[in-house]
């Protein structure tokens, strides 16, 4: 029997992010108030004005693949039978960059420049995951 995903911990700063995606397959990033950037990862304050008015938007959850590994080893036991593992730099339609895996039938296909879009299988990975 595989075992399951490890799940990301749950705090104040990342819960509204975490139970978006766990629950209803969604992106959601913050936008400051302040200054209008778009934040990723979860934070309390902006890295730009550090204004800590920063409300909650849901993203369009498109992308575009910036760079890419394939891991061959991973660090836990629940992946082993998915390897390789495409875990990218992804440039979000939004603005912020985040690192994310990808679910591709064939890993030869993923590039530099490639979109990708959020995965639909909702509840079924830990964190926002995404597909060509
Ligand atoms: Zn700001």
Not at 91 to 108: F, K, T, V
């Amino acid at each position: 029997m595989t075992p399951a995903y490890p799940q990301p911990g749950v705090d104040l700063d990342n819960a509204r992010f975490i139970i978006a995606w766990r629950e209803r397959g969604r992106l959601v990033l913050q936008r400051c108030r302040g200054c209008g950037a778009m934040i990723f990862y979860p934070r309390t304050m902006c890295p730009g004005c550090w204004s800590p008015d920063l409300a909650w938007v849901e993203a369009s959850g498109r992308g575009v693949v910036v760079s890419y590994a394939l891991v061959h080893r991973p660090n836990h036991e629940s992946f082993n039978g998915e390897v390789p593992i495409i875990l990218a730099e992804i440039a979000l339609a939004e603005g912020p960059m985040m690192i994310a895996r990808i679910i591709a039938n064939n890993p030869a296909t993923i590039r530099t420049g490639l979109s990708v879009k959020l995965v639909s299988d909702v509840g079924r990975y830990p964190l926002p995951t995404f597909t060509t």
